[in-house]
């Protein structure tokens, strides 16, 4: 099993970009899934994008074309790269890696979008 630490997050305008990242210790990264989701006050969490050991992504309609999942297995990190934030991705933000029937969270980085 793997210990997630999420870090990048903090407040920008909008229209603005941030980068969250995703370290992971322990062993198999590379063969986890990755996700990042995400809870705002009062709603319940909900997925943001995964990316497959392959690398392959998804993402919610709702950040499609603004946000980018990748990783970086030899540095055992995830990466979410946020551009034209709006004030609705306001959220604490959380890294997910599941394997076979394995799953960690991270504590979460809040992001605040607000002029």
């Known amino acids: 099993q793997v210990q997630l630490v999420e870090s990048g997050g903090g407040l920008v305008q909008p229209g603005g970009s941030l980068r969250l990242s995703c370290a992971a210790s322990?062993?198999?990264?590379?063969?986890?899934?990755m996700g990042w989701y995400r809870q705002a006050p009062g709603k319940q969490r909900e997925l943001v994008a995964t990316i497959t050991s392959g690398g392959s992504t998804n993402y919610a309609d709702s950040v499609k074309g603004r946000f980018t999942i990748s990783r970086d297995n030899a540095k055992k990190t995830a990466y979410l790269q946020m551009n034209s934030l709006k004030p609705e991705d306001t959220a604490v933000y959380l890294c997910?890696?599941?394997?076979?029937?394995?799953?960690?969270w991270g504590q979460g980085t809040q992001v605040t979008v607000s002029s």
């Open positions: 322990g062993s198999l990264f590379n063969l986890y899934v």
């Open positions: 997910n890696a599941r394997w076979s029937l394995t799953e960690s």
